[in-house]
């Protein structure tokens, strides 16, 4: 069935594509699982679209498929809440208006169980710290597609520091371009590219088992 749907994702074949998204909720699918093999069809895509096989007409489509597809599994994903275990905070950084990793990474920690504030897009780094005081959140969520979002990253982590908001608060950098130098960079505690595994990571953060999310 993975193969199925990030093979339809990859083709725009919008009708095998939602139609294997649906089965595989109807057999009981683990929703994590369907989120891993969406984001299969997405690196498939993004791949091609760098070799320029694909242009940003194809890009454009493929976020719109893989957005219809996640409207199917949010309400699974939220059935499996048991208790709030946790907040985090995220946003994409000043600089970046890209959200779509922002907003799956979102949806998955939501259907975990954590309390998720999402600041939005091109948030300054003020924004983020008065959030922070504010919000108080375990954890705190950056999201980058392009690279002049790490100085705000950076401005945030230094900013908290300086005013004694760090010491408990767990920073995660998610997103395509970022790398273990940009956590080093920033001075965040976990990066990933991947939702899913952000999610088992912030489990670990809050002292919760990752179980289907193992890493």
Sequence with gaps: MSNIISDA??????????????????DGTDPMVLVRDLQEGMRLVGER???????????????DLFSQAMKL???????????????????????????????????VAKGAGFEVVDLGVDVPAERFVEAVEDVKP???GFSALI?????????????LTERGLR??????????????KVL???????????AVEGLALCRKFVGQSVGAEKI
Excluded: C, W
């Design 49 to 63: 679209f760098k070799t320029g096989n694909y242009f940003l007409s194809e890009l454009m489509m493929s976020a």
């Design 73 to 107: 599994i949010e309400p699974k994903l939220e059935g499996m809440v048991r208790e709030t275990i946790g907040k985090i905070l995220i946003g994409t950084p000043k600089g970046d208006i890209h959200d779509l990793g922002k907003n799956i990474f979102s949806t």
């Design 147 to 159: 690279t002049t979002a790490f100085e705000s990253m950076k401005t945030v982590a230094d900013a």
């Design 138 to 140: 375990d954890i705190l």
């Design 184 to 194: 080093t960079y920033v001075g965040a505690d976990a990066q990933t590219i991947d």
């Design 9 to 26: 994702l990859v083709k725009f074949d919008r009708d095998v594509f939602l139609e294997a998204v649906k089965k595989a909720l109807n």
């Design 167 to 180: 010491d408990d608060l767990k920073i995660i950098v998610g997103g395509g371009v970022t790398i273990d």
